[in-house]
């Protein structure tokens, strides 16, 4: 069984500060990992995927994720956050070969401050 | 490009009523999926798909139907509506490939009330 654990529901921070969204996940097999981004009254946007190549990932909007085997983890970061980056973010998992079965989250909601 | 289209944004019921959420992708994806979406507990998979004419359950598929009779289109029915079922509803296509890693498109969603 494949599952994924957010460890916090809301995060607040400062325009200009860091960011840091937590991620753990447990699957017995080589899993894909995605964060994805919810803004108000939109759908999911894909920010980032893990799948197997380069443990640190880049994607959209300056966000970044690490994939640490030997943590099961995989946080998502930012080292300056934008007003714009206010919205809900989900950690997501694949097993490999299984297009159609994710496992999301119960997401992070990202509040940025003046 | 257009996507994932899902019509109605917004609809209110009637407990025991029917209704159809509709979804279009317009990128030739073989996988589409339902997923519904409520406060606390991410999304859930409700059906989905790996192409046409061909359905399959997720993870809470009581009181809904799917049907996938083109590439195109993935309609969700709800048999007899019941206020467990409020709920924002999502629609999403990948592309094909095993072990594909390709993303989820995902529609703006269907935000559904049952009285």
């Known amino acids: 069984a494949q599952s994924v654990t957010q460890l916090d529901s809301h995060v607040s921070v400062s325009e200009g500060t860091p960011v840091l969204l937590r991620c753990n996940y447990s699957s017995s097999y080589s899993p894909s990992l995605f964060w994805y981004v919810q803004h108000p009254n939109k759908g999911l946007q894909l920010l980032l995927k893990y799948t197997s190549a380069a443990t640190l990932v880049k994607g959209i909007n300056g966000f970044e994720a690490e994939f640490k085997k030997s943590e099961t983890s995989f946080h998502l970061t930012k080292p300056s956050a934008h007003m714009s980056d206010a919205a809900e973010y989900f950690c997501?998992?694949?097993?490999?070969?299984?297009?159609?079965?994710?496992?999301f989250g119960t997401g992070t909601r990202l509040q940025v401050t003046l | 490009n257009a996507g994932v289209t899902q019509t109605p944004k917004f609809q209110v019921l009637k407990t025991g009523q029917s209704m159809t959420l509709q979804c279009a992708q317009d990128?030739?994806?073989?996988?589409m999926s339902w997923y519904r979406q409520d406060p606390g507990m991410g999304l859930r998979l409700i059906h989905y798909s790996v192409g046409a004419g061909i359905t399959d359950q997720g993870e809470v598929p009581n009181g809904y139907n799917v049907s996938r009779s083109t590439t195109e289109d993935f309609p969700l029915r709800l048999l007899s509506a019941a206020p467990s079922q409020t709920s924002v509803y999502f629609c999403?296509?990948?592309?094909?490939?095993?072990?594909?890693?390709?993303?989820?498109?995902f529609g703006d969603g269907t935000r559904l009330s049952i009285l």
């Open positions: 990128m030739n994806h073989e996988y």
């Open positions: 997501v998992v694949r097993l490999t070969g299984t297009a159609s079965k994710l496992t």
């Open positions: 999403a296509s990948s592309s094909s490939g095993v072990g594909s890693n390709q993303p989820q498109h």
